[in-house]
Structures are given as structure tokens and as C-alpha cells.
Nanobody, 119 residues
Framework: QVQLVESGGGLVQAGGSLRLSCAAS????????MGWFRQAPGKEREFVAG????TYYADSAKGRFTISRDTVNSLSLQMNLLKPEDTAVYYC????????????????WGPGTQVTVSS
């Protein structure tokens, strides 16, 4: 059974940093793209960053966030210069195949980890 589990969320002041991690299990994810999404209260879940055939970012993440594939089955997101508008639940996701930015393209999801940025 495929499982994705996020960790590393928390409360941080604006301008600070957090590193999120995602551990995947249940199969080998070598042929899978993986990504990070987030959902703020009252908003739709949105793409943040992905890796698979390269790395790619939402405009809101460019220059501040860095996604990396630490192993075949683990993913991280280094978030710097955090802003209050980055407050959201962050989700790790995986899909068989390469580059994807739409929710519907991802087959597997973690339960999410809360990131709160105070002003």
C-alpha cells in the first residue's frame, strides 16, 4: 500500500525558514514525479513545486523554495524568506510519469503538514 507522510511543519516568523520532508513507502518511486501542494484556509489546493524531468515551481515559490529528491522515496522542500501568505497545509504528492502541476494528475497524497507563518 502506497503511503506518503509529511513532516517538518510548524510555526515560524516571517522571514524565517522551514524544511519539509516527505517519506514515501509501498513501492519504488523511481519512475514517479513528486511534488508539493498547499491549501490555505478558504482556498483551493495549489501547486507549489515539483520534481520529475527537472524541477519546477509556482511563481510564488520561485527564488524562495527549493525542492529536492533526497532519495528515490523521499522528497524535501526547503522554504526560505517565509511570508504570512505561505501559511497553509502542505501536501506531498506522487504520480507515475514526469512533470505535472495539476492536482488531478497526482495519484497519491499524504495527509499534510501545517505551516504557519506569523507576521
Amino acid at each position: 500500500q502506497v503511503q506518503l507522510v509529511e513532516s517538518g511543519g510548524g510555526l515560524v516568523q516571517a522571514g524565517g525558514s522551514l524544511r519539509l520532508s516527505c517519506a514515501a513507502s509501498g513501492r519504488t518511486f523511481s519512475s514517479y514525479a513528486m511534488g508539493w501542494f498547499r491549501q490555505a484556509p478558504g482556498k483551493e489546493r495549489e501547486f507549489v513545486a515539483g520534481v520529475g524531468g527537472g524541477t519546477y515551481y509556482a511563481d510564488s515559490a520561485k527564488g524562495r523554495f527549493t525542492i529536492s529528491r533526497d532519495t528515490v522515496n523521499s522528497l524535501s522542500l526547503q522554504m526560505n524568506l517565509l511570508k504570512p501568505e505561505d501559511t497553509a497545509v502542505y501536501y506531498c504528492a506522487a504520480r507515475q510519469g514526469l512533470r505535472a502541476t495539476r492536482l488531478s494528475e497526482y495519484q497519491y497524497w499524504g495527509p499534510g503538514t501545517q505551516v504557519t507563518v506569523s507576521s
